[in-house]
């Protein structure tokens, strides 16, 4: 069985001394009773359901997973019983509105219980959290009569909720789907159509399904300009919000997958079935970002659950395991042999995996700061800038985290050796269960061209320049010139950082000239330039945390060990992770002829 353990002592560290979410939250009228005692009991108790209920049921999940029968899906063992409790909690409308029987806690805390249950069992949280984006987009884009009679059952959790895009000859290109609908006397709309990879797109956990529906009228628009959004129950709800009869919504079967086992992904067979119209006509694409945005971070947290999880199996391995001699000499000598742990290459690993978690729950924790601004932001004005950096921010988020959370869950596995390969520690899982943090909710390549593309070079690097401009603010704070009594300890973190600021600044100005007269330049350049963007942005919190710490390491805590290990942590980082960001350059810069010139016989 998966051991985990809630990494609280961190999870306080950046939302208490990073970030301070206390002083953020005093500036908002809503939160105003969310007081470090609260959010100790929210992370607590989230903690022990994570560990208690879910942590036990991720190997168990994995190896039965889902069953399909005549149309209905059977979640693994326990999956129902566990969100029986989730839902008596009343943890899945912890960050939504009072309203609609939400606790009204801001997103950012949301985050933290999505982090905590995502790292025990990633594909029991996929249930939850499918629906977490319907509701944001009802919220958003619903009218008063889908809020009070749909909204409300999802914030409590007794119906869960879906997004259904993808079609068999459509993935990341909307534009092409075929699913149709057609307008009824009653203005509803009859949909027909199919849609394939929906997660949680059908179970046993609730007694409905709130299916969220991209698909085209007669009259519409060719292409992503003439697709509109639609609400369909998979169970109709009568005038009274009862249940009614079943609607023409039939699940074809569940995929064979490479890893999330526990969490259906299914076909969905759409029959004329009764849906309703979210917002306007012809605006589905324009709505249903509001929905891919929210699991884009939400995915961007699936890569610090994999780096997390994978850590807590590797290191006490590291620690136990004994394996040759250190090269320096004996470091145990009373035992046959050293633990692995003393090994530099294997320290390498675990200490990529340890930057990688907490560096990413920091960026993540970050933009829930965001998060909880645009929700409570009255002005247009303002909350266009915070929307703007939010995007700009998001694919660098789901792209980068995910890659590198990859990248840590195949560290452990090889921390493991052959113990890794098999079954039985768990981390083959991770692996797999990593693999898919890459693909769905848009690919890297789609995240880099978003961020290249879209949020830097079409807005002339507006929000690049602002968040550049909050990072060299920061350097200076700190630099030698300043009067700050860490601005020595700091030296190591800051002139890195400053270069590489001014140099992505730079090869952003290039790029846009090259892709002038050749446009190949942007998806050559794009997904290298992305990692580029998430190794800078890590390095700002991991120097933020640095600086953090040693404040901390000076008062004398009794814990200053975990301070002190933060400072290291950080020197390793910028030592041995950062350094990455000078192939990338090169790479990012290359003349793409190399990659088109080539005829397509030729592969």
Same mark, same amino acid.
């Given at each position: 069985?998966?051991?985990?353990?809630?990494?609280?002592?961190?999870?306080?560290?950046?939302?208490?001394?990073?970030?301070?979410?206390?002083?953020?939250?005093?500036?908002?009228?809503?939160?105003?009773?969310?007081?470090?005692?609260?959010?100790?009991?929210?992370?607590?108790?989230?903690?022990?359901?994570?560990?208690?209920?879910?942590?036990?049921?991720?190997?168990?999940?994995?190896?039965?997973?889902?069953?399909?029968?005549?149309?209905?899906?059977?979640?693994?063992?326990?999956?129902?019983?566990?969100?029986?409790?989730?839902?008596?909690?009343?943890?899945?409308?912890?960050?939504?509105?009072?309203?609609?029987?939400?606790?009204?806690?801001?997103?950012?805390?949301?985050?933290?219980?999505?982090?905590?249950?995502?790292?025990?069992?990633?594909?029991?949280?996929?249930?939850?959290?499918?629906?977490?984006?319907?509701?944001?987009?009802?919220?958003?884009?619903?009218?008063?009569?889908?809020?009070?009679?749909?909204?409300?059952?999802?914030?409590?959790?007794?119906?869960?909720?879906?997004?259904?895009?993808?079609?068999?000859?459509?993935?990341?290109?909307?534009?092409?789907? @075929?699913?149709?609908?057609?307008?009824?006397?009653?203005?509803?709309?009859?949909?027909?159509?199919?849609?394939?990879?929906?997660?949680?797109?059908?179970?046993?956990?609730?007694?409905?399904?709130?299916?969220?529906?991209?698909?085209?009228?007669?009259?519409?628009?060719?292409?992503?300009?003439?697709?509109?959004?639609?609400?369909?129950?998979?169970?109709?709800?009568?005038?009274?919000?009862?249940?009614?009869?079943?609607?023409?919504?039939?699940?074809?079967?569940?995929?064979?997958?490479?890893?999330?086992?526990?969490?259906?992904?299914?076909?969905?067979?759409?029959?004329?079935?009764?849906?309703?119209?979210?917002?306007?006509?012809?605006?589905?694409?324009?709505?249903?970002?509001?929905?891919?945005?929210?699991?884009?971070?939400?995915?961007?947290?699936?890569?610090?659950?994999?780096?997390?999880?994978?850590?807590?199996?590797?290191?006490?391995?590291?620690?136990?395991?004994?394996?040759?001699?250190?090269?320096?000499?004996?470091?145990?000598?009373?035992?046959?042999?050293?633990?692995?742990?003393?090994?530099?290459?294997?320290?390498?690993?675990?200490?990529?995996?340890?930057?990688?978690?907490?560096?990413? @729950?920091?960026?993540?924790?970050?933009?829930?700061?965001?998060?909880?601004?645009?929700?409570?932001?009255?002005?247009?004005?303002?909350?266009? !800038?915070?929307?703007?950096?939010?995007?700009?921010?998001?694919?660098?988020?789901?792209?980068?985290?995910?890659?590198?959370?990859?990248?840590?869950?195949?560290?452990?596995?090889?921390?493991?050796?052959?113990?890794?390969?098999?079954?039985?520690?768990?981390?083959?899982?991770?692996?797999?269960?990593?693999?898919?943090?890459?693909?769905?909710?848009?690919?890297?390549?789609?995240?880099?061209?978003?961020?290249?593309?879209?949020?830097?070079?079409?807005?002339?690097?507006?929000?690049?320049?602002?968040?550049?401009?909050?990072?060299?603010?920061?350097?200076?704070?700190?630099?030698?010139?300043?009067?700050?009594?860490?601005?020595?300890?700091?030296?190591?973190?800051?002139?890195?950082?400053?270069?590489?600021?001014?140099?992505?600044?730079?090869?952003?100005?290039?790029?846009?000239?090259?892709?002038?007269?050749? @446009?190949?330049?942007?998806?050559?350049?794009?997904?290298?330039?992305?990692?580029?963007?998430?190794?800078?942005?890590?390095?700002?919190?991991?120097?933020?945390?640095?600086?953090?710490?040693?404040?901390?390491?000076?008062?004398?805590?009794?814990?200053?060990?975990?301070?002190?290990?933060?400072?290291?942590?950080?020197?390793?980082?910028?030592? !041995?992770?950062?350094? @990455?960001?000078?192939?990338?350059?090169?790479?990012?810069?290359?003349?793409?002829?190399?990659?088109?010139?080539?005829?397509?016989?030729?592969?």
């Amino acid at each position: 069985m998966t051991i985990y353990k809630a990494p609280i002592e961190d999870i306080k560290f950046v939302i208490e001394d990073l970030l301070d979410f206390y002083k953020h939250y005093k500036k908002f009228p809503a939160y105003q009773e969310v007081t470090p005692d609260l959010v100790d009991m929210v992370i607590t108790e989230c903690a022990k359901f994570s560990e208690t209920e879910l942590a036990p049921l991720n190997q168990s999940g994995d190896r039965e997973g889902c069953h399909w029968q005549d149309g209905k899906v059977t979640t693994p063992k326990g999956f129902k019983e566990a969100y029986r409790k989730y839902i008596a909690g009343g943890w899945q409308g912890i960050s939504h509105p009072i309203e609609y029987d939400g606790q009204g806690l801001p997103p950012s805390i949301g985050l933290i219980r999505t982090e905590m249950i995502g790292t025990a069992n990633w594909s029991w949280s996929m249930y939850p959290g499918l629906s977490l984006g319907a509701m944001n987009t009802l919220i958003r884009h619903g009218d008063e009569y889908q809020k009070k009679t749909y909204l409300t059952k999802l914030t409590q959790g007794e119906w869960s909720g879906t997004m259904c895009l993808t079609e068999a000859q459509c993935g990341s290109d909307l534009g092409l789907i @075929r699913t149709k609908a057609e307008p009824a006397d009653d203005g509803s709309y009859a949909i027909t159509g199919s849609k394939i990879f929906i997660s949680a797109g059908d179970h046993d956990l609730t007694e409905n399904i709130i299916h969220i529906v991209l698909a085209r009228l007669p009259d519409a628009p060719k292409g992503s300009r003439g697709i509109s959004l639609f609400l369909v129950p998979k169970v109709l709800v009568n005038e009274d919000s009862s249940l009614g009869e079943a609607n023409s919504v039939s699940c074809g079967s569940i995929e064979e997958k490479m890893g999330i086992k526990g969490s259906a992904t299914v076909v969905l067979n759409f029959d004329k079935a009764r849906g309703y119209l979210i917002g306007e006509k012809n605006k589905g694409l324009e709505y249903m970002f509001t929905y891919m945005n929210t699991a884009r971070i939400g995915i961007a947290i699936q890569g610090v659950c994999s780096s997390e999880l994978a850590y807590q199996i590797s290191l006490p391995y590291a620690k136990e395991r004994l394996s040759m001699r250190s090269l320096s000499g004996k470091k145990y000598p009373d035992q046959v042999a050293d633990p692995i742990i003393v090994h530099p290459d294997v320290r390498k690993m675990l200490l990529t995996q340890k930057s990688i978690s907490e560096g990413g @729950r920091a960026m993540i924790y970050f933009a829930g700061k965001m998060i909880d601004e645009l929700d409570q932001c009255k002005d247009e004005q303002s909350r266009k !800038h915070i929307d703007d950096k939010l995007g700009f921010f998001t694919p660098i988020l789901k792209g980068f985290l995910t890659e590198v959370g990859f990248e840590s869950a195949n560290n452990g596995l090889q921390v493991l050796g052959g113990h890794g390969y098999i079954v039985e520690l768990g981390l083959e899982q991770i692996v797999r269960d990593a693999r898919i943090a890459t693909l769905y909710e848009g690919t890297t390549g789609i995240q880099g061209l978003d961020l290249l593309g879209r949020k830097v070079l079409l807005q002339r690097g507006k929000p690049l320049k602002s968040f550049a401009k909050e990072i060299l603010g920061f350097c200076k704070k700190y630099s030698v010139i300043s009067k700050n009594e860490h601005k020595y300890r700091m030296k190591k973190f800051i002139f890195p950082l400053i270069k590489a600021v001014f140099n992505w600044r730079r090869y952003s100005l290039m790029i846009a000239l090259k892709a002038r007269k050749n @446009r190949d330049m942007i998806g050559s350049a794009s997904v290298d330039y992305l990692m580029y963007s998430g190794y800078v942005t890590m390095a700002y919190f991991w120097a933020m945390m640095a600086q953090k710490a040693n404040e901390q390491i000076a008062k004398k805590p009794k814990n200053i060990e975990f301070y002190r290990a933060k400072v290291r942590t950080a020197e390793f980082y910028f030592e !041995h992770i950062l350094p @990455r960001i000078r192939a990338l350059g090169k790479t990012m810069m290359a003349n793409p002829q190399s990659l088109m010139r080539i005829t397509s016989e030729q592969f």
